[in-house]
């Protein structure tokens, strides 16, 4: 999966510097496939891969988590 987010991640860059290199017709559509490819297939499942394992729950803000919080400020005034 790493593999295949570099691969595409390239390949979309690799599209928008053709578009602005080049001076013909399509450049404008090879800068907007580059970036439709970036926002629409390359970060989900960046944010996809980087994700799977969490668990969410730590990233809340529950009463447990904010007193978790509130008990380490605490202790680092001391």
Do not use: C
């Amino acid at each position: 999966m790493k593999y295949l987010i570099a691969i595409l991640f390239i390949l979309s860059l690799g599209s928008i510097v053709t578009g602005y290199i080049l001076d013909s017709e399509y450049s404008q559509k090879l800068i907007g496939f580059g970036v439709l490819g970036l926002f629409i297939v390359v970060f989900p499942l960046f944010a996809y891969y980087r994700w799977k394992d969490k668990d969410l729950k730590d990233y809340m803000l529950t009463k447990e988590n904010l007193d978790k919080m509130r008990e380490d400020q605490h202790e680092k005034k001391y």
